[in-house]
Nanobody, 115 residues
Framework: QVQLVESGGGLVQAGGSQRLSCAAS????????MGWYRQAPGKQRELVAL???????NYADFVKGRFTISRDNFKNTVYLQMNSLKPEDTAVYYC?????????WGQGTQVTVSS
């Protein structure tokens, strides 16, 4: 079992920056990839960014050039640096980990971008 705890959400003005963190514990050595997803009210959960164990990354088109996903293997933590935030980035952001062909989710953290 992998446990994920997100932090770093909150209220930010449009054009501002925010960094989310996702700390993993439990079966961390079996994690093959981690990522960030988000879900806005009335919308489906969507992919934001992914990072593999080897460090390869993948981004949704709507965040390319603005968001950066990274990981600190010593701290078992994945980060999402969000710059140039827009009101449409407002959502609950969830951390996801894949381990032993199972998927684990964090509880989510709210990000609200005011115009």
């Amino acid at each position: 079992q992998v446990q994920l705890v997100e932090s770093g959400g909150g209220l930010v003005q449009a054009g501002g920056s925010q960094r989310l963190s996702c700390a993993a514990s439990g079966g961390i050595f079996s994690i093959t990839g981690m990522g960030w997803y988000r879900q806005a009210p009335g919308k489906q959960r969507e992919l934001v960014a992914l990072i593999t164990r080897g460090g390869s990354t993948n981004y949704a088109d709507f965040v390319k050039g603005r968001f950066t996903i990274s990981r600190d293997n010593f701290k078992n933590t994945v980060y999402l640096q969000m710059n140039s935030l827009k009101p449409e980035d407002t959502a609950v952001y969830y951390c996801k980990a894949v381990a032993n062909m199972a998927t684990f989710w964090g509880q989510g953290t709210q990000v609200t971008v005011s115009s």
